[in-house]
């Protein structure tokens, strides 16, 4: 699976849009981009995933560049509970790799008042 | 729809001590894999459970093995603990086959090595 590059941390204000950053570059035309949040303590928890195109749902949007290299996960309206580790990964979907996700170290997002 | 349990939620085992920890998948959900997730880092695949048969395993020993029973539910077992078996032990579950499939979390087992 292609290895991904997030800042380490980031900083939003409640209320306000956060974008989050996810670098691919080596990403593989097949490979999915996949978003987890971690909230402290708490098992990971699926957000979204896309191919190719931008997707949406009651979470948050996710903005995949035309290219496939790097992505953008939006909380459009963040509030202090979004506060958690955001882990960008790019998974590969056939069947029996399908289960294996490899996380790496994510972007910790604060969200202040 | 119930999503993916496990437990115990916490447990406490002595050093050289064997521990067993369950897992049942999210409703329609075929296969079953576990992660370790030590403290301040992300979790780390340990194996993977499809049709009872580990299918695939990351770099751990032995020493973890592991269950898949028919109606798809998993235990993890750990042998000869070491302190630095402390961690969060994450279960998760999707479906083996379709582009895509999206793979859900429970909400760990926390293990302490004492």
């Known amino acids: 699976d292609a290895k991904t590059t997030q800042p380490t941390s980031m900083d939003c204000a409640e209320g306000r849009a956060a974008n989050l950053p996810c670098n691919h570059s080596?990403?593989?035309?097949?490979?999915?981009v996949y978003w987890y949040r971690q909230i402290h303590s708490q098992g990971p928890q699926y957000i979204i995933h896309?191919?190719?195109n931008n997707e949406t749902n009651e979470m948050a949007s996710l903005i995949i560049t035309e290219d496939r290299k790097s992505s953008t996960l939006i909380l459009p309206h963040a509030t202090l509970r979004d506060t958690a580790v955001y882990y960008c990964?790019?998974?590969?979907?056939?069947?029996?790799?399908?289960?294996?996700?490899?996380f790496g170290t994510g972007t910790r997002l604060q969200v202040t008042l | 729809d119930a999503g993916v349990t496990q437990s115990p939620t916490h447990l406490i085992k002595t050093r050289g001590q064997q521990v067993t920890l369950r897992c049942s998948p999210k409703?329609?959900?075929?296969?079953v894999s576990w992660y370790q997730q030590a403290l301040g880092q992300g979790p780390q695949f340990i194996f993977q459970?499809?049709?009872?048969?580990?299918?695939q395993r990351g770099n751990f020993p032995d020493r973890f093995s592991g269950h898949q029973f028919p109606n798809y539910s998993s235990e993890l077992n750990v042998n000869a603990l070491l302190l630095g078996d402390s961690a969060l032990y994450l279960c998760?579950?999707?479906?083996?086959?379709?582009?895509?499939?999206?793979?859900?979390f429970g909400e760990g087992s926390w293990l302490t090595v004492v």
């Open positions: 409703s329609g959900h075929d296969t």
């Open positions: 896309g191919l190719k």
């Open positions: 080596t990403i593989s035309g097949n490979e999915y």
């Open positions: 998760a579950s999707s479906l083996y086959r379709g582009p895509g499939n999206t793979i859900y």
């Open positions: 459970y499809y049709e009872e048969e580990e299918r």
């Open positions: 990964i790019v998974r590969a979907p056939e069947a029996g790799t399908a289960s294996k996700l490899t």
